[in-house]
């Protein structure tokens, strides 16, 4: 086919098109319906949650304080207590809630038992900078564990 014999054949069936497609049915009573529920669904979830963000920043400010402090002894003290407090504040919020996977709770226990780990290395060393940012880490990755799990990005609107 020529290119002059497919633009008169683009143009003869670009004529035979009607003007205006119009559905079938009614749907803007289906798009209205949708568009509150998303916004209800959305207030729901903003409202439902506010104090996570704060308990999250508070406990990120009390480890980077506690980890600048290299003269107090008990840093690890401070770090742990901060954590599992957060922690079981999560724990009990997700209490009810299914989980995505059924396995979390073994890799949660091998997280803990790095934990455990490194606490009794800073046993040895209270002041070790390395080993308080390793705790915190694997603190922070027993959090994310958590909030993923009862909580994926993916079902949130």
């Known amino acids: 086919m020529s290119k002059e014999s497919f633009d008169a054949f683009l143009q003869r069936e670009l004529k035979q098109l009607p003007e205006a497609l119009e559905p079938q049915r009614d749907l803007w009573t289906g798009i209205e319906r949708a568009v509150n529920q998303e916004q209800q669904v959305a207030v729901k979830k903003t409202n439902h949650r ?52 059924d396995n979390w709770q073994v890799q949660l226990a091998e997280l803990e ?33 958590i909030n993923k799990v009862h909580q994926p990005q993916w079902q949130q609107i």
């Open 113 to 145: 038992s790095a934990e455990q780990a490194i606490k009794q290395a800073l046993k040895s060393d209270p002041q070790n900078a390395a080993l308080l940012r390793m705790l915190s880490q694997v603190y922070q990755q027993q959090i994310d564990l």
């Open 50 to 101: 506010p104090w996570l963000g704060v308990a999250a920043c508070i406990g990120a400010a009390a480890v980077s304080w506690s980890l600048t402090l290299k003269t107090q002894p008990d840093n690890m003290l401070v770090i742990s207590d901060v954590f599992e407090t957060q922690k079981q504040g999560l724990l009990v919020q997700y209490a009810g809630q299914p989980a995505l996977t």
